[in-house]
């Protein structure tokens, strides 16, 4: 079994999580990044016109990511991170899933958040894309290193 953590991070604190489940689950490490990086500008959701606000208020938009992960065929099991925006996963999460194949793939999605859980975030993803197998997911704020070993385990046995 060969497992993969595949981040978006706007802000660096996904990365944080994303780097912490890796070290745990022994796992290849894949960066979801933009073609066009985000500026602070773009990720201000309090303005209706910033970047983010218009993706998210789009559900056709997928943002261009600036590389592939060449060898996805190759895991069984992601940890798939994002931030939360608007209660979801950023459209940029939907550019990458459907980019591949994830048929008979674990998805085990993580987030970070400001202020919202995980809400019907992993409920949508998974009606969009019922091909993987899709676990429950948690937000990973403020979780400690060794809670943190705790649940990414659960996942690997």
């Known amino acids: 079994m060969k497992t993969l ?18 070290k745990h689950s022994n796992a290849d490490v894949f960066e979801i990044k933009p073609a066009v990086p985000y500026s602070s500008a ?6 209706k016109q910033s970047r983010s606000s218009l993706e998210m208020n789009d559900p056709h938009s997928r943002p261009e990511i600036a590389e592939k992960c060449f060898n996805m065929a190759e895991y069984d099991t992601i940890f798939l991170g994002f931030p ?11 550019t990458f899933l459907e980019q591949y194949d994830f048929a008979g793939k674990t998805i085990i999605p993580f987030a970070t958040s400001g202020g919202s859980g995980m809400g019907r975030t992993v409920e949508f993803l998974e009606k969009q894309y019922p091909n993987a197998v899709w676990k429950k997911g948690t937000i990973l704020n403020r979780i400690s290193d060794k809670e943190l070993a705790v649940w990414t385990a659960q996942y690997l046995k």
């Open 84 to 94: 939360i925006w608007w209660y979801i996963a950023p459209t940029i999460i939907n």
């Open 42 to 47: 773009d990720l201000d959701w309090t303005n």
């Open 5 to 22: 953590v595949a981040y978006f991070s706007a802000s660096g604190v996904t990365k944080k999580a994303a780097m912490q489940i890796a």
